[in-house]
């Protein structure tokens, strides 16, 4: 038997400092009883807060349909929305067939070690791509976007196909580099066929994703700076990687994850070596150079959203 439960224990869900304000509708988690009457409540009515305390030590007034009143902490209550969102008990027979890694067509190491500016204390980042079987897709259980295992100095991330590709088609930086990183581990046929193709996913859009995922880390290092007096020197230097990269990917088609010209700068940017002006007038510069880059690009417009439907159509057809 498949089970439906509502969890409306879960108080994780919402931060447990924050006031709901007049008008949201509530669910009681325990029995109450109305003010200046013996009617009781039993958990689970539903009712709508008409006066918010100024903190949580204090109780909320709640008005029921019927014009009842009662005063519960907020402990003692659910925003309802959150309530309705329910979840699955798997049966034991659907735990079973849930050994996802198992479904595995790509795996390679994306991050430092691919980037070439890996060192003894480096991490090792996994990326990659499940295919999961029919079977898990038409169950009501359905299949995670994503599955992630970290432990240690390893830590591993495998989308599943639809969204490895949605994300691909989006010019994901970190999903990119999977398509092109020199250290593969995994590859099945499909994923084979898949890399082959790789340029069909890239486009203009490039310009886009990367330029203004540089330009808000920025303004957060540029915040560190002002509070803790220096960046974190580590994201710094990715983001001048990021640019390089999106220079190259603009100019030959083709995005380079393995640093090579300018890996001597980009350590001694790692290592606070470079003052921060100088980095940022860096930037600066390579923005330029994005900018003319884009301007110059032969990649087109939008990526090949027909090639990927067809891929995708084709890999799930092969799981039936």
Known sequence: MIILRIEMTKEKRVSPHLILPEGTQVVTLVSSRDQGSSKERTAGAVGVIVKSPTDNDHAYVIQYPDGGRASLLRKQIAIRKQVQNV??????????????????????IVGSRAYGLDHEESDLDRRGIYLPPAELHWSLYGVP?????????????????????????????????????????????LARELLESRSKLLSQLVYQTFNGYVLSQFKKLESDINQYGEPKWKHVMHLIR???????????????????????E????????????EVNQWRLELHKQFDSAFEKTKLPERPDYVFADSYLRKARRSMV
């Open 242 to 264: 990021l640019l390089l990269s999106g220079i190259t990917t603009l100019q030959e088609g083709v995005m380079p994850v393995e640093v090579t010209d300018f890996k001597n």
């Open 87 to 108: 979840s699955f008990e798997n049966p034991d027979a659907a735990l079973l067939d849930r050994e996802l890694k198992d479904h595995i067509i790509y795996s390679c």
């Open 145 to 189: 976007e994503q599955i992630e295992e970290t432990g240690g100095t390893t830590d591993e991330v495998y989308f599943e196909l639809q969204k490895f590709l949605v994300l691909s088609l989006k010019a994901n930086p970190s999903v990119l580099e999977c398509l092109y990183t020199p250290l593969v581990e995994i590859k099945s046929e």
């Open 266 to 277: 980009l350590l001694q940017i790692r290592g606070g070596e470079m003052p921060f002006d």
